[in-house]
T-cell receptor
Framework: SQTIHQWPATLVQPVGSPLSLECTVE??????LYWYRQAAGRGLQLLFY??????ISSEVPQNLSASRPQDRQFILSSKKLLLSDSGFYLC???????????FGPGTRLTVT | AQKVTQAQTEISVVEKEDVTLDCVYE???????LFWYKQPPSGELVFLIR??????QNEISGRYSWNFQKSTSSFNFTITASQVVDSAVYFC???????????FGKGTHLIIQP
């Protein structure tokens, strides 16, 4: 069966510090991968999606970036965090050609 | 542009009552997919159902049922005989293409009181 992992589970970082969140999927090959952010009291916003290694599409302009160095690994990064980057970050995967997405446990990021 | 509206921010009912969560969507595409996800306090989103725009049949899964009406652009979710374990935030979502991810509503916080 397929499993999706995210780490760390929680993170507290000062403004201006770098960020690296990691997501890995097990039990499937060539998945589509997604990063979403859920701000407090709001819905989920798609940040990035990837259909293959090195292929990243960005949905919103921001100081975040994403990379996919391996087929089942998706990384969310920032060089300098802003207060507005606080939120709950969720990674998701889907089978190529399928619409339903399956989500990881999430990372709760607090920027202080 | 696509949009999903969940007008009910929070619903509180007593256990065993039936409850309906509303979802209204906007899209210009004739082919699209609708979803419901459950987010328990742990935070992980749990996939509940997917419907495509060509299939308006209602669906029932145990205590859960979904009513899809293209005429009113609605995809409502009903929980029958609610239980405390149903307490969670429920999200309705829409997808027009397989690549662009899901557009979510802002969610409905459902509280089931014992």
């Amino acid at each position: 069966s397929q499993t999706i992992h995210q780490w760390p589970a929680t993170l507290v970082q000062p403004v201006g510090s770098p960020l690296s969140l990691e997501c890995t999927v097990e039990g499937t090959s060539n998945p589509n991968l997604y990063w979403y952010r859920q701000a407090a009291g709001r819905g989920l916003q798609l940040l990035f999606y990837s259909v293959g290694i090195g292929q990243i599409s960005s949905e919103v302009p921001q100081n975040l970036s994403a990379s996919r160095p391996q087929d089942r690994q998706f990384i969310l990064s920032s060089k300098k965090l802003l207060l507005s980057d606080s939120g709950f970050y969720l990674c998701a995967w889907s089978v190529r050609g399928a619409y339903e997405q399956y989500f990881g446990p999430g990372t709760r990021l607090t920027v202080t | 542009a696509q949009k999903v509206t969940q007008a009910q921010t929070e619903i509180s009912v007593v256990e065993k009552e039936d409850v309906t969560l509303d979802c209204v969507y906007e899209t210009r595409d004739t082919t699209y997919y609708l979803f419901w996800y459950k987010q328990p306090p742990s935070g992980e989103l749990v996939f509940l159902i997917r419907r495509n725009s060509f299939d308006e049949q209602n669906e029932i899964s145990g205590r859960y049922s979904w009513n899809f009406q293209k005429s009113t652009s609605s995809f409502n979710f009903t929980i029958t005989a609610s239980q405390v374990v149903d307490s969670a935030v429920y999200f309705c979502a829409l997808s027009e293409t397989v690549l662009n991810g899901l557009t979510f509503g802002k969610g409905t916080h459902l509280i089931i009181q014992p």
